[in-house]
């Protein structure tokens, strides 16, 4: 009898809980809302304050964008004297090492937005792809400019692009120890490589990295670059160009081997940064896509860059901030007109429909997911899907206005694929 009486008691109360529990509604995501307008790069307003604040004794600053945003890289640009301000030295980006030392090289004397529009303008018209992934546009320069004057060191963490293989050649023949030695198998391997872009250009399924991988010419000149002991920037480059193949070329052979495969290079390529500093605990922006950047397990079905960072800034007791992007309004490619994406259909709308009826035409916003969390865990409210994974991989969200697309920062005309 007793047992019976306790079991009831048990539905009860369990019962009373599921009653007492609401859906996440737009005036819960209202509360925890700030708004900041943006005039020719400059921002204001609560929002940005409150992000200000947030950034004060931070060890890691994550900005988990979407690619080839311009409003991302004018942020991206006033962001960083703020976090100089704070002892921020160090700059990770989502790109490979080399690449990342290149940028650094074409920032030198100033000249940014020249220097890489005339970099991407010559390997764009020798390969029909972009060398180094987004910094190719104007607002990227201009981050990338502003990042150099304030002496940040640049972090390459991902794989070399496959757009690259032709200037990180070019890289790897100039830095070893005696060039002219080696001009003549040097533009040989030139020759093959700008070929294989020729044969991607005319067949797409034919990928550059796997004729490199299998190209007897090109390896042997990679590995006859690694030869000399003193290299080691040789030895690095080498090994640069032949994981991003194996990389790339597992995305359509072995997709889990990809995805494990680069996640596991971001984070060895972070740590050998990291380490090299000599610091005890530097202090490190990151900005990459927002999956590498997300806590947990991810979409890629990983434990990401993020998910690492996290857990050594809560070890060591510090804190990590993490920011991601979400989008409603936007700017229609054809028309310039303003688009609105709750005005379709689909699960993902009415997912995310509570956090984005928030958003503004003209305003950003900021929204501090962290007491949404805490309606979720002591179940004062409930989230679908969308919004418990968004809450558990990031602290805030910004939602930008509709703005017009990056400006391209190079003369390159398209040609053609054969058909």
Not at 79 to 90: N, Q
Not at 284 to 305: C, I, Q, S, W, Y
Not at 314 to 343: C, H, M, P, Q, W
Request: with cysteine.
């Amino acid at each position: 009898m007793k047992n019976l009486i306790l079991s009831i008691q048990v539905l009860i109360i369990i019962s009373s809980s599921a009653v007492a529990q609401e859906a996440i509604s737009k005036k819960d995501f209202a509360e925890y809302t700030y708004s900041f307008l943006s005039e020719d790069g400059q921002f204001s307003g609560e929002g940005f304050d409150f992000l200000k604040n947030e950034i004060e004794g931070s060890q890691f600053f994550l900005l988990g964008e979407y690619h080839n945003d311009a409003g991302i890289s004018i942020l991206t640009n006033a962001l960083l004297p703020i976090l100089a301000e704070e002892g921020y030295r160090h700059f990770a980006v989502e790109t490979g090492p080399v690449s990342a030392q290149k940028l650094t090289e074409l920032g030198k004397n100033g000249a940014v937005q020249q220097n890489l529009r005339d970099f991407y303008t010559e390997q764009m018209n020798l390969t029909g792809d972009i060398p180094i992934p987004f910094f190719g546009g104007i607002e990227d320069a201009q981050f990338l400019e502003t990042a150099l004057k304030l002496n940040y060191d640049l972090w390459g963490l991902d794989q070399e692009y496959l757009g690259g293989y032709l200037f990180l050649l070019e890289e790897l023949w100039q830095q070893s120890e005696f060039p002219e030695r080696k001009r003549s198998s040097y533009e040989a391997a030139r020759k093959r490589i700008i070929s294989f872009y020729e044969i991607n250009r005319a067949n797409e399924d034919i990928e550059v990295y796997d004729n490199i991988r299998n190209d007897e010419i090109v390896q042997s000149f990679l590995d006859k670059s690694t030869e000399t002991k003193e290299c080691r920037c040789c030895l690095d480059i080498a090994s640069e160009i032949k994981e991003s193949c194996e990389i790339y070329h597992n995305w359509k052979a072995d997709l889990t081997a990809n995805l494990e495969g680069r996640t596991d290079l971001m984070k060895r390529h972070f740590i050998k940064y990291y380490e090299s500093t000599n610091e005890r605990m530097p202090k490190v922006f990151v900005k990459m896509g927002g999956m590498h950047t997300a806590r947990g397990f991810t979409g890629n079905a990983d434990f990401e860059l993020g998910n690492m960072l996290h857990e050594w800034a809560t070890i060591n007791g510090k804190k990590d901030v993490n920011v991601s992007f979400a989008t409603r309004y936007y700017l229609d490619d054809e028309t310039g007109e303003i688009g609105d994406n709750l005005t379709y259909d689909s699960e993902w709308v009415e997912n995310m429909t509570p956090l984005l009826s928030n958003a503004d035409t003209l305003e950003w916003k900021i929204v501090d997911l962290r007491p949404i969390k805490k309606l979720w865990i002591n179940r004062e409210r409930t989230l679908n899907p969308q919004l418990k994974r968004l809450i558990k991989q990031h602290d805030f969200i910004i939602i930008m206005p509709p703005l017009p697309e990056t400006v391209p920062n190079y003369a390159f005309a398209e040609k053609e694929r054969s058909q």
